[in-house]
């Protein structure tokens, strides 16, 4: 996958030899902070070497000509076409389409070609990705000025409205605003952050992908929302002042939880203590202490197993195995759960033995086939000069 070499497919599926402009996106992994983000709590993610490249040329017209190399597919439509479409990959244009369209101001439409190495569907958010770099596609040449925030929050309400998932702000952000060798530690109540240097020594960031399509996604999502949401109407009772569960104290919650379902009480739980991990992970990774940083990646991943119930075989099988490999610190599922990937970090001389041996008890234990990427922490989505 090269820039240059999607230029020469761009020239000859639109037969155009005029000025391109060139784009990458990349995905992200969540490093602590999971299922936080729509309780207004905190997250630690950064953008990943994994990207989808775009090249793009302004038109005079309202028409969007669209082809993607990795599914053999052209599509084409209006600026203004607000029908949803059978592929899904066109819909996360339309929803950004759609919100650029409300700010006024995008007249000029465009031809444009992608490629990907980033994997669909397993929860490196490569949707969020598409939509960013759709964003900044249709918003440069329209000359609409939008910051970065205003670009996640953008690409969030497509999400949101026109998609349909009810995801947080997460992985917007991390993609619109990510920092070359940091990762972001983020309030999203308010939006601000700080990008904190990854020092990570000797020490790699793993990603494993279980391979597993995450179809119980969705709905599992919006339930768990939902029963967050329950935990705070019940609390709010007990514990005053409280909008979120990012308000609340484990001790608040405890004195909370014979007036809730138990189930509601776990989900709460995990969402308290994870806000919690969070500021410690960023804590010890500022003092150099990747130990302990890692024993709260592997605290999270136990908290969304046990008590969010949002892991599955395979991710426990991955991370199980994962931690019986010296030299590494912690591993944990990332992102929305049911299948996907997990993140570890793993000593470099200890990163082939990990991929030979988790992938070979992985194989034998779910029958499946993983794969892996390592990767350092990367700027957000931009255009290339
Ligand atoms: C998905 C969502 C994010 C976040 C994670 C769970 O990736 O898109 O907003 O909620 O799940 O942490």
């Not at 995801?167 to 952050?193: E, H, N, V």
Request: proline content about 2%; charged content about 25%; some cysteine.
């Amino acid at each position: 996958m090269s820039v240059v070499e999607l230029e020469k497919t761009f020239r000859k599926v639109f037969g155009n030899s005029g000025p391109l402009a060139r784009f990458r996106s990349p995905g992200r992994v969540n490093l602590i902070g999971e299922h936080t983000d729509y309780n207004a709590g905190f997250v630690f993610p950064c953008a990943v070497e994994m990207e989808i490249l775009a090249v793009a040329s302004a038109r005079s017209d309202s028409k969007v000509r669209m082809y993607s190399r990795d599914f053999d597919e052209m599509k084409e439509f209006d600026l203004n076409d607000r029908a949803k479409d059978e592929k899904s990959w066109v819909n996360y244009v339309k929803g950004v389409l759609v919100e650029l369209g409300a700010m006024g101001g995008l007249v000029r439409g465009v031809d444009a070609v992608f490629e990907s190495n980033l994997p669909v569907g397993s929860g490196l958010s490569s949707s969020a990705a598409f939509e960013l770099v759709n964003c900044l596609i249709f918003s440069s040449i329209n000359d609409i000025i939008l910051d970065r925030p205003e670009m996640a929050l953008l690409c969030q309400r497509a999400e949101n409205r026109f998609v349909g998932v009810n995801c947080g702000i997460m992985d917007q952000f991390a993609i619109s605003l990510g920092k070359k060798d940091s990762a972001l530690f983020l309030d999203t109540r308010d939006l601000s952050y700080e990008a904190v240097p990854l020092n990570l020594g000797q020490y790699r960031i793993v990603i494993a992908n279980t391979n597993k399509p995450r179809t119980l996604a969705g709905s599992a999502y919006n339930t768990r929302r939902s029963e967050c949401e329950t935990a705070v109407s019940i609390l709010k009772k007990t514990a005053g002042n409280i909008t979120a569960l990012r308000d609340v104290k484990m001790e608040e919650l405890e004195a909370g939880k014979s007036g809730m379902e138990d189930r509601v009480y776990r989900r709460a739980k995990h969402v308290v203590g994870e806000n919690a991990r969070v500021v410690e992970s960023v804590k010890a990774l500022k003092a150099g202490d990747l130990g302990k940083f890692g024993k709260l990646m592997a605290a999270s991943h136990e908290s969304l197993r046990d008590l969010y119930q949002v892991s599955c075989k395979e991710l426990d099988v991955m991370v199980e195995e994962a931690m019986k490999i010296r030299g590494v610190l912690g591993s944990r599922m990332t992102g929305a759960g049911f299948g996907g990937c997990t993140v570890s970090l793993v000593e470099s001389s200890s990163v082939e033995e990990f991929k030979v041996s988790v992938g070979s008890q992985y194989a034998a234990k779910t029958g499946s086939k993983a794969d892996f990427y390592i990767t350092t922490a990367v700027d957000g989505v931009s255009q290339i000069t």
